[in-house]
Every structure is written in C-alpha cells, then in structure tokens.
C-alpha cells in the first residue's frame, strides 16, 4: 500500500521544482567551494600541505549542516504544498488506503530526494579535487561517502519535525520560517552542548562518538515519526 502511495508522490511532484532543488544544493555547495579555493589556491594549499583532499572536504563539511536543514525544510514544505494547492487532502484520504501509509510514503520520499543530493556531493567533491590538481591517487572514498550521508542521519529528527510541521499546518510560513531559523542557527552548532539535535549533523562527521550520534539522530527521528504519524492520523481534514 505504500508503495502504491510513493509510486503517486512521485508523479504528483513532477514539474514542481523539487528534483531542481536536489541537484542545486550539492552543486551550490561545490560552486562555492571552487570559488574560495580558486581565490585563495596558493594559501589553502599551503595551509592543507599534509592533507589537500581533508581540507577540501572540511571546507565543504561546514556548510553542510545548514544546507541539508534547508533542504529538509523547502522539500517538505513543497511536498505538501502540492496537497494544499490542490485541496485534495480529503481526496487522498478518502481514498483506500491508510493514512500511515500516506505519510511514511511521505517520508520517504523527501529522504529519497535528499539522498539524491548527498550522492552528488560526494561524486561532485572528487570531481572539484580533480580540477584542482589533487592527487587522484590518494582520493579518500570512505570520508567522501561519509560527507554526503553521516550529517543527513544526524539530521532525521529535524527530517521528522520538518515534516510533521509541513503535513498538518496549513500555513506553510510556520513549517518554513522554522526551518530556516533552526538552519541559520545551525551555523552556530560548534558552540551548542553535544545534546543538542541542531549540532548532530556536524558531530555525526566529526565529533566523538560518531556511532552514538548517528544512533541518537535515528532513535530520536523514529520517536518524532511515530509523534508525527499518530497527530497525523488523529488530524481532521478540511
């Protein structure tokens, strides 16, 4: 049944934008990447002597965090604002199927998209490093994997919040100035105590316990997703 669900999402999203703002992020990210590196090319390089492609990917990594909240914020928003402007909330509903299934289909297909954008990362990163001069000998797999994914785990209980928020109010300024707010503050997320969600998406990359993290970010998420799901399915429609 949810299948069936995911399957009429993605048809519903067509022509919306959406898939646009999966290939602009990570390709923002690097755009920006190759513009301080092509500035400053002979400082950085002297800077990340030892170690070009960890400079590389640490001069990526801190913009990370804010772009993956703004992503999780836009991409939730649009997809339910396809509802909202279609005003067929009741319809869907209506329909033979469960509203469990309409919402995790929900969920996973804005963490489908955004997994889209962590694959272009982690093949766009290699492909700037390349036209910079780095040596592809010495390209680190692992860590370039672990840039586009590890922050997007630490980032599912604000994927959850995101799209609880998105789904059941109908005033999609609430749900977006949230987001937006919870990414600007992101950029602050050194400063913030470990327990904090907002700094789980840098520390699941580089702070310690990385395991317990990730593992936090996914128990919390599903704790937030079973919150979401039971307003969700205890919500009148109008």
Known sequence: MMVRALSADFLKIRGKGIWLLALIAPIGLIAMQALNFGLRYDY????YVADPWGGL???ILMF???AIILGITLVCSLVANVENQLSSWKQLLALPITRTAVFSAKFVMVLLVLCVSCILLSVGTPV???ALGMDMQNIPYGDLIRLGFVPLMGAIPLLALQLWLSLTTKNQGIAVSFGVTASVVSLFALKFPDWMPLKWPLMAYIG???TKVISAGLLLGAVITLAGLIHFNR???N
């Open 57 to 59: 990917i640490e001069n």
């Open 128 to 130: 700037l490093g390349f």
């Open 44 to 47: 950085l390089m002297k800077v």
């Open 235 to 237: 919500r009148d429609v």
């Open 64 to 66: 990370v965090p804010i």
């Open 208 to 210: 310690p316990g990385q």
